[in-house]
């Protein structure tokens, strides 16, 4: 029995069923339909000049609050305590209890995994490390100016990582107010 032709898949049927490939013709003519849909879409869909105007965008072009003194590094920033002389940085901070209790406070922080709650190298984590981390109340520590200890906190030695974009100057200094205060 013949039945009319069937479109699927790309394909037609002829009348003894067998499949046949599409006229070249037909698609061509859907391939340009298909163009010119999607040109039509990106002609008329989207402006992008006018992007400019829209709200998102000019929450941009708003000029910036005044930044507060020493928070944004104009000259020189991280590069002037690098390539100062340890010795040179004095403490700015006082000895008193409540910057040493703040010490304490930033030490247990940032210090206390590695270096222990008794300052002795045999922190929780500190003890998976050879050489165990140094220890704090030593003479090999205490005998250094606050500038080199503050140095070496900030910018690291020996196995002793980087951490002065983690800890802030005058939180480093804290800590060597109470590494001072250990002794």
Known sequence: MKTAPEIGHGKRKDVEGR?????????RRAALVALLAFAAFGLCGCYYAEMRDDEAVQ?????FPPMPKKTV????????????NPMDLKNPLSGNPSIIAWGWERYRFYCIQCHGPKLDGNGTVGQSF???PANLTSSQVQDQS???IFY??????????VLYSTVTDNETWAIV???????
């Open 59 to 63: 929450a941009y072009n708003q000029e």
């Open 19 to 27: 499949r046949r490939a599409l006229p070249i013709a037909y698609r």
């Open 146 to 148: 606050d500038g080199e």
């Open 152 to 161: 070496k906190i900030r910018f690291g030695f020996n196995r002793h990582p």
């Open 130 to 132: 050879a050489p165990l």
């Open 177 to 183: 107010n109470y590494l001072r205060s250990s002794r």
């Open 73 to 84: 590094p104009v000259d020189g920033g991280i590069w002037i305590e690098r390539e100062a």
